[in-house]
């Protein structure tokens, strides 16, 4: 079993900051990439930002330069620090992890979600 749970979440003003957390836990061997999704109401779920072990992080273009993703390996934890939050922004953020299992299977793995909410 595997699980990811996501905190952070809530309701900001424009222009506010927030930081997600999400930990993994379970039967991990090794997790290869973390990453943050979102998917706002009537859209589809995009990826907003990831962080592979041995590469860095990558971000869309709508974050870019706004939020920053980074992962502590020893805690099986990633973090989303997001800065200058925008309406846009608004939407249930999702934890996603690649890992390999002590099973030595392979797979991906999602949290449950936490809504943020910017609005004035």
């Given at each position: ?74 805690k ?20 996603n ?24």
């Amino acid at each position: 079993q595997v699980q990811l749970v996501e905190s952070g979440g809530g309701l900001v003003q424009p222009g506010g900051s927030l930081r997600l957390s999400c930990v993994a836990s379970g039967s991990i061997a090794s997790i290869y990439t973390m990453a943050w999704y979102r998917q706002a109401p009537g859209n589809q779920r995009e990826r907003v930002a990831a962080i592979t072990a041995g590469i860095g992080p990558s971000y869309a273009d709508s974050v870019s330069g706004r939020f920053t993703i980074s992962r502590d390996n020893a805690k099986n934890t990633v973090y989303l620090q997001m800065n200058s939050l925008k309406p846009e922004d608004t939407a249930v953020y999702y934890c996603n992890a690649f890992l390999r299992r002590t099973t030595m299977d392979v797979g991906d793995y999602w949290g449950q979600g936490t809504q943020v909410t910017v609005s004035s």
